[in-house]
């Protein structure tokens, strides 16, 4: 029997664990609060690095690398970064035997170290916009852990770009929050929400910050990227400056932004259900699985064949013929929907003589299978995944929708996040935000760009409100 | 004027420092020891990333992230190991502003963390061989540092396989060296020999190490992958074991395997000039770049068309028009050089009108341009690019035959060091070992796989040797 994950209504946080250790997506590490990413959720990272540098660099971004030490005294020149990131660090305090005279930082972002190079290379207006994008590790010093979602090591993307004016500095990061959107549904198949985080949300330095805030199996929230606006306190606190057309020294605007692994997280609980993982074809290191189901050795011979012959004409599908010996069809169909493959194919001896297969989707258990010919494969086949992926995020939508409320009192409200999202006219004083906070144990997950227009009454307040929050529970 | 390199016959080291900083492939960290990859040098490393990752995916290995961090302990349980590692580590002692109770090491190598998992991971015969690769930051504590040569934080691969049998490691040991041979001369048009390292200048912890090694401008040798076969030793201080088909508990075999960002340095050393980098077409960020030559608003219209209808053309060869305003065609030539794209197209009026565009050589600057026809231009470009490409192997050939020699006595050994490699038998003793690096600097390189056969007299102490070692000056 294949191992089962514990249902979602029973523990949703279980099952999240248990479809990461037995999809062998990730392990923990012997060290507190650290993961061992496994080769099948590496592979799909590796799917999400390769649709997130695409459109980068389709968006004029090179990538480049910075170091993984930053000196101490870096990360205290700009004091409200210092004070958010302080109690998270990690500290490198002797070095070849000896103790060092500096301490330094294991990175926990690179705004610092990055904008130490940039007061180097940026001399004039000619030398800007830079554009840079960074494929790294951090290190934030977590109570809590999570696999995915929240550990000491993350691997990330972080974006770090310097301009010369305000504008074009607010432009790309709302080209950047577009970039993730566009990312998330096309390829994740994970609707987000786009919006401007609160005050009290926003990232430590940054003016203004936007995120995409996507609902996970259980009505909670998941921030799965943010774009910050820094305006240019980065910028005077390490006197990255340039000469403008006017010949006047001023200071670059920036942007940071980045994707972590928590992404991977993000798609487990979009998609996934009681018998596993679901992951969308995009996506997904293994795209179709190949059964092939024999009694004799003259069956194996005839199935087998078959199934070569499929993934010979299936040559760009991420496809794999499972010929293991000794398991029954049956494990190996429970094994693979556990492992979120996309489309099944089953071959037998009978489909071998029809000139078919039987064809079944994970987004669909126990709809049936439908046989599909031979000869119409290479088409069919990407146009199915292709199927699936817009179905995966249909689906996600639906659900979304079923688990948003417009409350309009704080007691719907209050009652609202316990099952989803909760639009709520809101005042934006913090006061407000933290009494939801306290007693529900929501935040403000963002203000969405698309707004309803109009103005309305601050659900906790009263007051006057111009603009909707989303509430939720949230990673 | 374009800012110059210094000559390689006036200050080889400077002018090492001079390629990679004005080429803007690195810069100086504000931390030391440390270095920034810029976009230019970052770009080339991916394309040493894609040319390696996909000849390990072709080998059946699959990628995984294992943590930065790994405990004091496990470093310690390998005793060659930490005798070896324990002057380069890195030490984080405080997380979260409080001390640790362990000191985490950062990770100069993975075994010990790898060998970790393994031990959880491997059961049986069933679940071997694993075949793991890492791409991943490492910090080894130098005191002498160089761009991409060595510094204390560089990137890297690192393979680590484990096996049911000591043949099954020791044949993957070798097929990974046969993958970095062909890389390195397929790819990075770089000459090497393969052989096995010496037991004074092997991995601490490995029964023995392969490497590749090719030369540098200078005579230099650099080790540009290594190739390890651990035998049992790691499994056995991790008890990595595993039930064998005869049901019987035993230790599995390994290996481990890395190349890194040196890569870089060895690729600008093996092929540079005086006008600073030559890149081979194979991972030239930039194959192509062509320059428009107009001096009326009337003929800039034409030659620019012209450069869009190449660009057009040539989709998949990397290729940038260079329509920079301000600068002369001269200034741009010798940019152009200095960054060492393969080859430069020329499109004047009156090449616009003959229907042809004028081509440079990089690698063959000072032999006249050469005129081709626009009409076959999507064939011609990519078949000179495989031109450029064979003919740098090619130069690299036979400069490096220049340089060897194959000294008769001691006297001829250290005079030989002096220029390039040195062949000579060797009795395999440590002590013949040593003196030579003593007295001359240089050391065995490797004791090459193919060897003459026969045997001769050890080049330092006259003993019966049954094997020639590659003597050398080394980075």
Not at 64 to 83: C, D, G, N, T, W
Not at 175 to 189: G, K, M, T
Not at 441 to 457: C, V, Y
């Amino acid at each position: 029997m294949a191992q089962k994950v514990t249902p979602r209504s029973e523990d949703y946080s279980r099952w999240y664990t248990d479809v990461v250790q037995m999809a062998e997506l990730a392990d923990y590490a012997p060290v507190r609060g650290c993961m061992v990413i496994r080769p099948y959720g590496y592979a799909l990272w590796e799917n999400i690095q390769q649709g997130l540098d695409r459109r980068f660099k389709a968006t004029g971004h090179q990538n480049a690398y910075f170091p993984l030490f930053i000196p101490m005294s870096f990360i205290q020149k700009e004091s409200e970064h210092v004070e958010g990131f302080a109690p998270q660090l990690a500290v490198v305090t002797h070095g070849g035997g000896e103790k060092l005279e500096e301490p330094l930082v294991v990175r926990p972002t690179s705004e610092t170290i990055i904008n130490a190079m940039y007061a180097k290379w940026i001399r004039s207006y000619r030398d800007l916009p830079v554009l840079i994008n960074q494929w790294a590790n951090v290190v934030r010093w977590e109570m809590r852990t999570r696999l995915f979602l929240r550990t000491l090591e993350f691997l990330w993307q972080e974006g770090h770009t310097a301009h010369a004016t305000e504008a074009e500095a607010r432009e790309e990061t709302l080209r950047i929050l577009e970039v993730y959107r566009d990312f998330a549904e096309s390829d994740a198949a994970m609707p987000v929400i786009c919006g401007r985080k609160s005050e009290s949300e926003k990232f430590v330095g940054a003016v203004e910050s936007y995120s995409i805030e996507a609902m996970m199996g259980n009505g909670w929230a998941l921030q799965a990227g943010t774009s910050h606006f820094l305006g240019q306190n980065f910028a005077k606190a390490f006197g990255t400056q340039f000469l403008s057309e006017r010949n006047e020294l001023e200071y670059v605007w920036q942007t940071s932004w980045g994707v972590s692994t928590r992404m991977v997280g993000g798609i487990i609980m979009v998609h996934g259900d009681d018998q596993g993982l679901i992951l969308p074809p995009r996506l997904a290191p293994l795209q179709v699985v190949v059964v092939p189901i024999w009694r004799s050795e003259e069956e194996k011979a005839a199935v087998l064949e078959t199934a070569r012959q499929v993934q010979a004409a299936l040559g760009t599908v991420r496809l794999k013929v499972d010929d293991r010996e000794g398991l029954t069809p049956g494990f190996k169909f429970n094994d693979w929907e556990m492992r979120g493959v996309p489309l099944r194919l089953e071959i037998g001896p009978r489909d071998v003589a029809a000139g078919q297969v039987l064809s079944a989707r994970r987004d669909r258990l126990g709809e049936g299978k439908e046989a599909l010919p031979l000869a119409g494969l290479r088409e069919r086949i990407p146009a199915l995944l292709e199927e699936i992926q817009r179905a995966l995020l249909e689906r996600a939508r639906r659900f979304r929708e079923a688990h948003t409320a417009y409350p309009e009192s704080y007691q719907e409200l209050a009652a609202a996040v316990e099952q989803g999202f909760a639009w709520a006219w809101w005042c934006g004083s913090p006061a407000c935000e933290d009494r939801v906070k306290e007693e529900t144990k929501a935040t403000t997950r963002n203000i969405p760009l698309e707004q309803p227009g109009g103005s309305g009454r601050c659900i906790v307040c009263g007051a006057e409100a111009r603009q909707m929050a989303v509430f939720a529970r949230a990673y």
